[in-house]
């Protein structure tokens, strides 16, 4: 198994930066792609971006340009460098792995985008 432990939400005013990180453990070596999901109360959880072991990175049109994705060299953490940002980026992030035979979701984080 997997275990994520997601850190970097909080509170930032629209036009500012947020960074967020995830530390996978456990199976590292089954982990095949890491990404990042948000969701608000009464929406479904939504893609933001994702980054799998050959470095292919895949971003919702909402965020492309001021969201990037990147990762270390072993696939075990997984950064999301959150520029200019805006009030509808406002959601909980979860961090999600893909493994080889399954996947796992961090615990999340909240990020809030004042006006």
């Known amino acids: 198994q997997v275990q994520l432990v997601e850190s970097g939400g909080g509170l930032v005013q629209a036009g500012g930066s947020l960074r967020l990180s995830c530390v996978a453990s456990?199976?590292?070596?089954?982990?095949?792609?890491m990404g990042w999901y948000r969701q608000v109360p009464g929406k479904e959880r939504e893609l933001v971006a994702i980054?799998?072991?050959?470095?292919?990175?895949d971003y919702t049109d909402s965020v492309k340009g001021r969201f990037t994705i990147s990762r270390d060299s072993a696939l075990t953490t997984v950064w999301l460098q959150m520029n200019t940002l805006k009030p509808e980026d406002t959601a909980v992030y979860f961090c999600?792995?893909?493994?080889?035979?399954?996947?796992?979701w961090g615990q999340g984080t909240q990020v809030t985008v004042s006006s």
């Open positions: 980054i799998n072991r050959g470095s292919t990175t």
């Open positions: 456990g199976k590292t070596l089954s982990i095949m792609a």
């Open positions: 999600h792995v893909r493994t080889l035979v399954g996947t796992a």
